[in-house]
Structures are given as C-alpha cells and as structure tokens.
C-alpha cells in the first residue's frame, strides 16, 4: 500500500514538474537601443512632456549597441543627446541649437556627458577574447601522453 502511494506522489510531482524541465531559455542578441540618464535637469516648465502633462524630462544619452546575451558587444551608433522621460521608452530629439541651449542653462560638460562606460565600449570585445582564447587553448593546449611504467613489486 506504501509503496502505491509513494509511486503516485512521484507520478504526480513529474507531472507538476515536467514544464519546467523542459522549458528552454532564450538568449537574446542582436541590436538594441539603450537610453541612460545623464543629467537630471530641473522640474521647470521648459522641460515639460508636450504630450502628458506634469511629466518632467530629463537629459539622456542614446545609443545603439549589438548585444550577446546581455552583453554590450559593438557599438553600432554613436551616442547622441536627448531628453527623454524616466521609465519609459519614448524620447524627443534635440536640434543642435536646443541642445546647446539646455547644456549651457545646466552648465553641464557635452563631451562627458556623450562619454559611454568602459564596460559598455570594451566589455564585451574582452569577454568575447578570454572566450576565443579559452576555445583555442582547448583544442590545441591538450597535455602529451606521458611514458608512464609499471613498478614491479
């Protein structure tokens, strides 16, 4: 009797459990766009959402980037200026004339604030050669036989 009840049980958890084994994870890759914030500008009417209302904006860097699972490996766009709303993927270009403007009001710093992470320019270029090393170590750093003779006891 014990033991139907424990084959049950099992029937049952592998049925409960089977969705998830067999689930497969994607890995995404390809060309994305990425928005970070760069400089919080002031809750002032000129910086006002023009399609919602008391939605402030705020100064952002754009920039498009080819990703390997998670990892910035080229970039495929050079950074640009733009203000954008926090949380949310929508963003509103700048004429260049606009743009000096806002720099100058904010007395912020143009070349610094286009300047991308070294994790973002030379991350992925790094892991993807440790990768390519670690493969042609693999195939080709295999250890010789060594000679190896019985002891007569």
């Not at 424990?6 to 890995?27: D, E, Q, S």
């Amino acid at each position: 009797m014990t033991y139907t009840k424990k084959f049950f049980f099992t029937v049952i958890t592998a049925f409960c459990f089977c969705n998830l084994a067999t689930a497969k994870a994607k890995i995404p890759f390809g060309k994305i766009d990425k928005i970070e914030v760069v400089s919080d500008l002031p809750d002032t009417e000129e910086y006002l959402s023009k399609e919602e209302s008391n939605v402030h904006l705020d100064l952002g860097r754009l920039h498009q980037e080819y990703n390997i699972a998670w990892v910035p490996v080229w970039i495929t766009e050079q950074p640009k200026l733009v203000l954008f709303k926090k949380d949310s993927d929508r963003y509103y270009e700048l004429s260049n004339e606009q743009l000096e403007k806002v720099i100058a009001e904010n007395k912020l710093n143009k070349e610094e604030l286009l300047k991308l992470g070294f994790y973002t320019q030379y991350g992925g270029k790094i892991i993807l050669f440790l990768v390519l090393c670690l493969m042609i170590y693999g195939l080709l750093g295999k250890d010789k036989k060594k000679d190896v003779k019985p002891i007569n006891l």
